[in-house]
């Protein structure tokens, strides 16, 4: 277990030697380090303790890095996001200063990247995400239905509220308490599983990246069925320059 002294701390997933945020709420969390075969130095990586980062091909390294933090790591509060976007306030990122009181004053339990409840979802698989469709037969969010009701049946009714809303929390970027960031992790891999087992019996083609995407269409869905005390923030983009430091 990663030994810790802050309670807070947001992991800033990224493949290149990217900026970080200059606030100890940040850090950056290589993601997929032992697919990539990549050190940058002083970045950490996710290819310690338990992990799966030689499977980002399989995972994403979104889902890579989401695996180790809850493996990991044992911060009071924890969260992930790319290191191209940030929760935000005021067209910033968000501050530890300003984390702090949205859960230490004003008690919540979850803070995700604000739905767009002008999304939809089908669309988007069908037409934005080509990847999707390697075998141009199946629709994924058909095989994610089968899995709901065989795995998890009383997910069933958030499952149809948020794809019939297009309702989504995006980016895989959010901070939650972590006993709810374990348990949304686990059911996420659990999921992913699940999953696989299906793709398998028709010969479904999973390729890079496919979980990354399917997964974030599924975080409303487990929050809806949670009833977790939650707040949305934007997401705020940052420049993709190599290596530097951005104030909040």
């Known amino acids: ?30 993601t997929g380090r032992a697919y990539d075969k990549q050190f940058f130095a002083g970045v950490r990586g996710d290819d310690t303790g ?12 979104l889902l890579t890095g989401m695996y180790w933090i809850w493996k990991n790591t044992n911060y009071e509060y924890t969260g992930i996001c790319s290191y191209r976007g940030y929760l935000g306030i005021d067209k910033r990122p ?34 934005g995400q080509n990847l999707f ?13 089968r899995v709901i009701k065989d795995r998890y049946p009383y997910m069933l009714d958030a499952y149809y509220y948020c794809m019939q809303h297009h309702i989504i929390n995006y980016r895989h970027t959010f901070i939650a308490k972590k006993k709810y960031f374990d348990e949304y992790a686990e059911w996420v891999f659990d999921f992913i ?3 696989i087992k299906y793709a398998q ?26 009833g977790v005390n939650l707040a949305e923030l934007p997401v705020v983009f940052i420049s993709n320059r190599n290596s530097g430091v951005i104030d909040v």
Not at 96 to 124: C, H, P, Q, T, W
Not at 133 to 145: A, C
């Open 1 to 30: 277990m990663y030994q810790i002294k802050e309670k807070y701390k947001i992991f800033c997933c990224t493949h290149i030697n990217a900026e970080i945020v200059n606030d100890p709420l940040y850090e950056l969390l290589h």
């Open 50 to 61: 338990d992990n799966i980062s030689n499977k980002k091909d399989i995972y994403d390294g």
């Open 94 to 127: 968000i501050s530890l200063k300003k984390i702090k009181i949205m859960f230490e004053e004003k008690g919540y339990d979850f803070v995700a990247a604000r739905l767009d409840l002008e999304y939809n979802i089908s669309k988007d698989f069908e037409l």
């Open 133 to 145: 469709y390697y075998n141009y037969l199946h629709d994924p969010l058909l095989y994610t239905e």
């Open 193 to 195: 599983n699940e999953y």
């Open 201 to 226: 019996k028709v010969n479904y083609i999973i390729g890079a990246r496919f979980f990354g995407y399917l997964v974030e269409r599924l975080e409303r869905v487990w929050l809806l069925y949670k």
